[in-house]
């Protein structure tokens, strides 16, 4: 990557899920053939239904490809102390060095990072010791950190089932931010809260993303999050992307029909008519329709949608949109 403020690169990124089903192998294409650039100090949304491929691709950008998820194709590149380095051809030593200090993970549920077993001060402590810090220095620090995020020290004496959901979400953002990383991969922070604890949980992000100047790339299906949040948004439809644009571009110019659909299902204040939500079911991503796979689903459909997958083009004013009713002549 050139010197040109992005910190996060994914080139061609596919990543299947490989099943046996009656005896024969399928093939579940989570993430397929996706590019992105994300910019240094920047919140990166991506949007979408579930089970359209969000946290495939987050766990991609992350280098966590296990069984039965594998890598088909790309390169995922950060940018490292000045230096581009592609994490998924390193060594598990080498991505184990690199994560927690330059690249950091927030799962979807607290208790898949929390062991329930030990106390919350062990997990902070073996984070701080695979880090080359000695037991009384990763004390500190973790005491440390969780006050400048205003959370109670005491947690750390604490097991996880003693602690309440959101409580637990925002230890799990404590441990992922501790040693303060380049870049944040937030995988729906907020799932199973509240509406008043899923606000407290965002600002925390938010508060952390402003104070130390990292990269946020935050993965939610709530538009309304992303408005808030997002400095630039990409949206996901069956593995790939289909739009992506600033967060004022998507919200006041959706281009792609599916686009248009999440923006308008959202309430709006003084609004008591019914919100029309996207027709039909998301297509089996093991068995995607010929074509636009959005195009059973789309009011607009032509006769190339059934039979081309259009190309993500740049139609101006950096707004990129994956649609043959957009720039049909340049989508061949």
């Given at each position: 990557?050139?010197?040109?403020?992005?910190?996060?690169?994914a080139e061609h990124l596919k990543a299947?899920?490989?099943?046996?089903?009656?005896?024969?192998?399928?093939?579940?294409?989570?993430?397929?053939?996706?590019?992105?650039?994300?910019?240094?100090?920047?919140?990166?949304?991506?949007?979408?239904?579930?089970?359209?491929?969000?946290?495939?691709?987050?766990?991609?950008?992350?280098?966590?490809?296990?069984?039965?998820?594998?890598?088909?194709?790309?390169?995922?590149?950060?940018?490292?102390?000045?230096?581009?380095?592609?994490?998924?051809?390193?060594?598990?030593?080498?991505?184990?060095?690199?994560?927690?200090?330059?690249?950091?993970?927030?799962?979807?549920?607290?208790?898949?990072?929390?062991?329930?077993?030990?106390?919350?001060?062990?997990?902070?402590?073996?984070?701080?010791?695979?880090?080359?810090?000695?037991?009384?220095?990763?004390?500190?620090?973790?005491?440390?950190?969780?006050?400048?995020?205003?959370?109670?020290?005491?947690?750390?004496?604490?097991?996880?089932?003693?602690?309440?959901?959101?409580?637990?979400?925002?230890v799990t953002i404590a441990l992922a931010?501790?040693?303060?990383?380049?870049?944040?991969?937030?995988?729906?922070?907020?799932?199973?809260?509240?509406?008043?604890?899923?606000?407290?949980?965002?600002?925390?992000?938010?508060?952390?993303?402003?104070?130390?100047?990292?990269?946020?790339?935050?993965?939610?299906?709530?538009?309304?999050?992303?408005?808030?949040?997002?400095?630039?948004?990409?949206?996901?439809?069956?593995?790939?992307?289909?739009?992506?644009?600033?967060?004022?571009?998507?919200?006041?110019?959706?281009?792609?029909?599916?686009?248009?659909?999440?923006?308008?299902?959202?309430?709006?204040?003084?609004?008591?008519?019914?919100?029309?939500?996207?027709?039909?079911?998301?297509?089996?991503?093991?068995?995607?329709?010929?074509?636009?796979?959005?195009?059973?689903?789309?009011?607009?459909?032509?006769?190339?949608?059934?039979?081309?997958?259009?190309?993500?083009?740049?139609?101006?004013?950096?707004?990129?949109?994956?649609?043959?009713?957009?720039?049909?002549?340049?989508?061949?």
């Open positions: 990557m050139k010197e040109n403020g992005v910190v996060l690169k299947f899920y490989v099943l046996r089903s009656f005896g024969r192998q399928v093939l579940v294409k989570a993430v397929n053939d996706v590019n992105l650039e994300i910019h240094k100090g920047k919140v990166f949304g991506i949007a979408g239904e579930s089970g359209c491929g969000k946290s495939t691709l987050l766990k991609g950008l992350f280098a966590a490809i296990v069984p039965p998820l594998r890598l088909f194709g790309g390169r995922v590149l950060y940018r490292i102390e000045g230096q581009d380095v592609e994490v998924l051809s390193l060594s598990p030593e080498a991505k184990r060095q690199i994560k927690w200090k330059f690249i950091s993970y927030v799962p979807q549920g607290s208790m898949s990072v929390l062991n329930p077993i030990a106390k919350i001060k062990r997990t902070f402590r073996d984070v701080l010791e695979s880090h080359d810090r000695n037991v009384e220095e990763a004390l500190e620090m973790a005491k440390k950190h969780l006050t400048e995020l205003g959370l109670p020290s005491k947690v750390l004496h604490c097991y996880p089932h003693q602690l309440s959901g959101g409580m637990r979400q925002r931010t501790l040693l303060q990383p380049d870049v944040i991969l937030a995988d729906e922070p907020t799932t199973a809260l509240d509406v008043v604890t899923q606000r407290s949980v965002i600002q925390l992000l938010k508060d952390i993303q402003e104070k130390w100047g990292n990269t946020l790339v935050l993965v939610t299906h709530d538009m309304g999050v992303h408005a808030n949040m997002a400095d630039r948004i990409a949206i996901m439809y069956a593995g790939s992307i289909v739009e992506e644009a600033t967060t004022q571009e998507i919200f006041g110019n959706p281009c792609h029909p599916y686009t248009r659909y999440l923006i308008n299902s959202l309430p709006r204040f003084g609004e008591k008519s019914m919100r029309e939500s996207v027709p039909g079911n998301p297509p089996s991503l093991s068995a995607l329709p010929d074509g636009c796979p959005f195009h059973p689903r789309c009011p607009h459909v032509l006769r190339v949608c059934r039979e081309q997958v259009p190309n993500l083009i740049n139609i101006g004013n950096d707004h990129k949109v994956a649609c043959w009713l957009i720039g049909g002549e340049h989508n061949g």
